[in-house]
């Protein structure tokens, strides 16, 4: 028997089942199958465990879930689950302009103002517990800070992203 056998308490609980709710919208967000994650983490993870968890069957340790963030490249918090939060209420047509940008191009550039772009992206994927890892939708308002980071106006960050090969083209 592996240790891994033997870090799991088989009860379930509401809060369980909420955890595995989670577990699941990480992983479907990183479009991985049960199947895949098994073959990626080298047998790490097995479907069936994994799957026993997402249904909240099973209970995972703390030190399991931990690896399991790092194999989905998440902070540990964003695989627990979270008090119902209120939607914030959309700002005028000026503030409420999305842009997206292709997190991909955007790993591939390095200099201090994209570092300070890619820690701000983290902080916004975070917060909105997006971590599909390709693209990511700024807001109206995030651009103001954006812009700060690329010395541009306000009104020309989406230009100025444009211009970097940096938005978003599906």
Same mark, same amino acid.
């Given at each position: 028997? +592996?240790?891994?056998? @033997?870090?799991?308490?088989?009860?379930? *609980? $509401?809060?369980?089942?909420?955890?595995?709710?989670?577990?699941?919208?990480?992983?479907?967000?990183?479009?991985?199958?049960?199947? &895949?994650?098994?073959?990626?983490? =080298?047998? &790490?993870?097995?479907?069936s465990v994994l799957g026993a968890y997402e249904r909240?069957?099973?209970?995972?340790? !703390? $030190?399991? /879930? &931990?690896?399991?963030?790092? @194999?989905? +490249?998440? $902070?540990?918090?964003?695989?627990l689950p979270r008090e119902e939060a209120v939607a914030p209420a959309e700002g005028?047509? =000026?503030? *409420?302009?999305? %842009?997206?940008?292709?997190?991909?191009? %955007?790993?591939?550039?390095?200099?201090?103002?994209? &570092?300070? /772009?890619?820690?701000?992206?983290?902080?916004?994927?975070? #917060?909105?517990?997006? @971590? +599909?890892?390709?693209?990511?939708?700024?807001?109206?308002?995030?651009?103001? =800070?954006?812009?700060?980071?690329?010395?541009?106006? !306000?009104?020309?960050?989406? #230009?100025? %992203?444009?211009?970097?090969?940096? %938005?978003?083209? $599906?």
């Open positions: 028997m +592996n240790m891994r056998d @033997f870090d799991d308490d088989v009860t379930s *609980s $509401p809060y369980s089942r909420k955890v595995g709710e989670r577990l699941r919208v990480i992983r479907r967000q990183k479009r991985l199958s049960l199947q &895949e994650v098994e073959a990626t983490s =080298a047998e &790490e993870f097995k479907a909240g069957e099973r209970a995972i340790s !703390v $030190p399991r /879930l &931990e690896r399991l963030a790092k @194999f989905y +490249n998440v $902070p540990v918090d964003q695989l005028d047509a =000026a503030t *409420s302009k999305k %842009l997206a940008v292709d997190l991909l191009k %955007l790993s591939q550039l390095s200099g201090q103002p994209f &570092e300070m /772009l890619t820690r701000f992206l983290k902080m916004i994927q975070v #917060q909105r517990q997006d @971590f +599909n890892g390709k693209v990511i939708t700024v807001r109206g308002d995030d651009t103001r =800070a954006i812009a700060a980071m690329l010395d541009v106006p !306000v009104d020309q960050v989406g #230009q100025r %992203l444009d211009a970097l090969d940096l %938005l978003y083209r $599906p």
